[in-house]
């Protein structure tokens, strides 16, 4: 609008000043709309995100109440967890903890060749990008992480990034899930709480699985027990 009326100002117009003045004011209203128009666009983005990111741990959530084995339901969260990034090759795993807490084992892996996931078991913790989560509680992003040097068993050769997530249940750590991301994939604060939410999901759920194991292997020595007992008694 600015640019066709300006030649009527200059070279029409008996009053140049006030139709420049006439100008300016049509040039102010129309960058306020501009301006409004791209916050409203902004905040539809972020709602959209926000119950995007919602649905996720939603169905987080519903997946890790269902009664299944601990490899399947974090093979099944791992899944998710990829979804929500939105990369075309999503790649990623979870390790956990061995029970003194020194090294981690791959228990569910994505689009991660064997090479890796066989080099990537009882790895100590000094020695990976996980390490460096599990001493700090924290969401980790690593960019450039193949000139990283606790990045020394990836076989991938094109650069990327990483997102380590820890799981934790009460300020207990039991494992990682590490998130592979394109180069230059940016993670913000919003994708760091976000991540975090479903690392303590994650890290609860793992350790009702190990408590409900555990309490299977007690009642089955009770009932062999028992069994040894009866057996006893009946010579």
Known sequence: ATLIML?????????????????????????????????????????????????????????????????????????????????P???????????????????AHRGLCSEFVGRAQGVPLDECLCGLTAESGEVLVVQDALNHPRHVRCVEREP???????????DRLLGIMDLYLPDGHLVDAVDKKMFAAIGRQIG???ENARLCENLRFYAWKISEAQEDERKRIAR
């Open 7 to 87: 030649p009527r100002a200059i070279f029409v117009s008996e009053f140049p000043i006030d139709a420049l003045f006439e100008i300016l004011g049509v040039a102010i209203v129309g960058c306020l709309l501009v301006w409004m128009i791209d916050v409203q666009e902004r905040e539809k983005k972020l709602r959209q995100r926000a119950v995007e990111e919602l649905e996720t741990v939603n169905a987080i959530a519903m997946t890790l109440t269902r009664p299944h084995d601990l490899d399947a339901m974090l093979d099944q969260v791992l899944g998710k967890a990829l979804m929500v990034i939105g990369i």
């Open 89 to 107: 090759k999503p790649k990623g795993a979870i390790l956990l903890l061995d029970p003194w807490g020194q090294t981690m084992n791959v228990r």
């Open 160 to 170: 990327h990034a990483h997102a380590c997530v820890p799981l934790k249940s009460k």
């Open 204 to 206: 609860v759920a793992v």
